[in-house]
Nanobody, 120 residues
Framework: VQLQASGGGLVQAGGSLRLTCEAS????????VGWYRQAPGKEREGVGC????????YYADSVKGRFTISLDVAKSTMYLQMNNLRPEDTANYYC??????????????WGQGTLVTVSS
């Protein structure tokens, strides 16, 4: 299983970014996938996930209504559309497979992250 996140960068508060996760080694339509983030000196925070088959989704309260996860199963690619970004969204973002897409979200495999920096 391999996952690679990309698309991070520097953006002003209120702006948008779309992160991309390229996955391989598993069938994305059968396994849950999601995103988590970790800011310096802080604990990992689950951002959101989609269950295998897309039956259910979960978003952390801190991003609900601003972030959206989407999948392109044919390309084994997952996206995280982030709108109305806030300085507190600054973190390294990682894409991962999930064992269960329900609180508490259990992440299983992940790759290198991509840094998102939101300036005020």
């Amino acid at each position: 299983v391999q996952l690679q996140a990309s698309g991070g960068g520097l953006v002003q508060a209120g702006g948008s970014l779309r992160l991309t996760c390229e996955a391989s080694g598993f069938e994305m339509d059968y396994y849950g996938v999601g995103w988590y983030r970790q800011a310096p000196g802080k604990e990992r925070e689950g951002v959101g996930c989609v269950s295998g088959g897309g039956d259910s989704t979960y978003y952390a309260d801190s991003v609900k209504g601003r972030f959206t996860i989407s999948l392109d199963v044919a390309k084994s690619t997952m996206y995280l559309q982030m709108n109305n970004l806030r300085p507190e969204d600054t973190a390294n973002y990682y894409c991962a497979t999930v064992i269960t897409c329900e609180v508490p979200v259990e992440f299983q495999y992940w790759g290198q992250g991509t840094l998102v920096t939101v300036s005020s």
